[in-house]
């Protein structure tokens, strides 16, 4: 039987520990953003349906009872939609129990797409995408690299939720440093009301060695925020935020605090929870209990 194969490293969302992991492409597109070093070495391209038949093929021997797929690497959406129908159409013939494929995506691949070709895309079972906003502060993006605008990203967020691809996105603290956290924040915020996705995920920023980031941090270009600043930073946002029916979880490996919860309900609960925090009521996590 033909084995799965991945080129490493390869990268999934927390979310999608369980899930059996498709790579559909290598890479990323875009691969330009300062703060990141996951597909430094890979070059991105498409990978062949002649050589993914068979592996998903083998898969639903394996695994048949597969209930969700993550389609890898970072840009998995940039296929044609009728070359990822083809795909989808494979996966689900593999799994008769698929509830739901999810992929990175960018606002870019996603605007290129019609509401219809979305709406397929859902009817085929991919059904949760998730989308690193970083940041809504222009600058910040302009300087980072990020390759999309604010309103891109807004409307790609808008566009997938209207047509049933649910929406989980990152935000990033502290990718303002010391220079702009305060607009960072601010504007991070409204993006996030303009958005009002499903899930909403916050991380901290960890400079990558290698990376731009690292070498403006190196160099003194970038001042890094101190724990209690990456703190404020988030309690700044989370004051700003007017979201309705949105889960929140800020529980990733580099975040301070870990919180979680739901907007509008959990709001003031949140709230208190960083102002313990910040008062030194409640323990930051250490560097040990946050995996670094």
């Known amino acids: 039987m033909q084995p799965m194969h991945y080129e490493e490293p390869v ?8 899930s059996l992991i498709l790579q559909v492409t290598i890479g990323c597109s875009h691969n330009g953003c300062a703060f990141c070093g996951m597909y430094k070495g890979k070059r991105f391209r498409v990978r062949p349906l002649d050589v993914l038949r068979p592996e998903i093929s083998e898969a639903g021997e394996r695994r048949p009872r597969t209930r969700r797929v993550f389609l890898a690497d970072g840009d998995a959406l940039a296929p044609s939609t009728d070359a990822l129908v ?43 995408g998730y989308l690193g906003l970083e940041s809504g502060h222009a600058a910040v993006l302009k300087e980072m690299g990020k390759g999309a605008g604010v309103e891109e990203m807004v409307t790609a967020v808008r566009r997938c939720q209207a047509n049933g691809i649910k ?100 709001k ?6 960083l102002a313990g925090y910040l008062n030194g ?12």
């Open 86 to 128: 083809q795909r989808l159409d494979l996966l689900n013939a593999a799994f008769p129990e698929l509830s739901r494929v999810g992929v990175y995506v960018n606002a870019a691949n996603v605007l290129s797409k019609t509401d219809a070709e979305l709406r397929l895309l859902s009817e085929k079972k991919l059904r949760m």
């Open 281 to 292: 009521s409640k323990g930051m996590r250490q560097e040990w209990q946050r995996g670094l």
């Open 268 to 273: 003031a609960r949140l709230l208190n929870e």
């Open 11 to 18: 990268f999934r969302p927390p979310s999608e520990a369980r």
């Open 167 to 266: 929406m989980s996105v990152m935000a990033l603290l502290g990718l303002g440093g010391t220079a702009r956290s305060r607009e960072h924040a601010r504007d991070t915020a409204a993006a996030l009301n303009g958005m009002n996705p499903r899930y909403l995920s916050f991380l901290s920023v960890m400079p990558v060695p290698g990376t731009p980031l690292q070498r403006w941090i190196d160099t003194g270009r970038f001042q890094e925020l101190t724990p209690s600043e990456m703190l404020q930073e988030m309690r700044w946002i989370i004051e700003d935020l007017k979201l309705q029916g949105t889960i929140f979880r800020s529980n990733h490996a580099s975040n301070y605090a870990a919180l979680s919860g739901r907007f509008p309900q959990d």
